[in-house]
């Protein structure tokens, strides 16, 4: 057997070539290519980054850490509610209300307890104020407000009875009443009636009419 590289003999059954050393291609054996098997490159495939993942992770115009700041803001800023301007506007209009209420109150208080004394004060200014205080004023004493306003007692005769007549047309007396008490008579007793939460009592005796007024 010749060693097929150097081509010295080799004695039978040897597998090495006694002078290369080479090893031996024995007969049924096939030859083994002596060049060195092709080395296989690993493909790198590089991908370009997203647009989305490269402003994430590197934002162009700000630092990492304001960056980070600002975007935890906007996920826990809360959205803007109108909570505040639905409270100022009900607190608005509760103040208005109770104003409205304590204002009606003030006035029904002062056109119920004050009418009486106010009906007078109106009357004096459209007389004479000589005539006024001889008939109204003085000894005579015509208009008594009692009960803390409640009460109007008027004593009225022939000189003053325009007076007298003036404090119901303040006080919004219906003609009717004012019908009944000039037509009535000594024989008719007391006399009553009432309008607008007013009660007049009257009774005609001495030509003298005496007219009380309740609230």
Request: with cysteine.
């Given at each position: ?134 008939n109204v004023g003085g000894e005579y004493n015509m208009f008594n407000i009692g009960d803390n306003g409640r009460t109007l007692t008027i004593t009225a005769n022939s000189y003053n009875y325009a007076i007298a007549q003036c404090v119901y047309d303040e006080l919004n007396m219906p003609n009717s009443i004012q019908t009944k008490i000039d037509h009535t008579r000594p024989i008719d007793g007391t006399q009553t009636d009432k309008w607008n ?19």
């Amino acid at each position: 057997m010749y060693c097929h590289k150097c081509g010295a003999q080799s004695a039978p059954g040897q597998r090495f070539c006694p002078q290369c050393g080479t090893k031996l291609i024995l007969s049924g054996e096939p030859a083994q290519s002596q060049t060195s098997p092709e080395t296989k490159t690993p493909s790198v495939v590089v991908s370009a980054p997203s647009a989305e993942s490269s402003y994430s992770s590197n934002p162009p115009t700000q630092s990492n850490s304001n960056w980070q700041i600002q975007a935890a803001q906007s996920v826990s800023r809360p959205a803007p509610t109108k909570s505040g301007t639905s409270t100022t506007v009900v607190v608005t209009v509760a103040v208005i209300v109770a104003a409205i209420i304590v204002y009606i109150g003030v006035g029904l208080w002062t056109t119920r307890y004050r009418s009486f004394q106010s009906a007078i004060n109106a009357c004096e200014t459209q007389f004479d104020s000589d005539d006024w205080d001889s008939n109204v004023g003085g000894e005579y004493n015509m208009f008594n407000i009692g009960d803390n306003g409640r009460t109007l007692t008027i004593t009225a005769n022939s000189y003053n009875y325009a007076i007298a007549q003036c404090v119901y047309d303040e006080l919004n007396m219906p003609n009717s009443i004012q019908t009944k008490i000039d037509h009535t008579r000594p024989i008719d007793g007391t006399q009553t009636d009432k309008w607008n939460g007013i009660t007049a009592t009257w009774t005609y005796s001495d030509d003298e009419l005496t007219v009380i007024l309740e609230h």
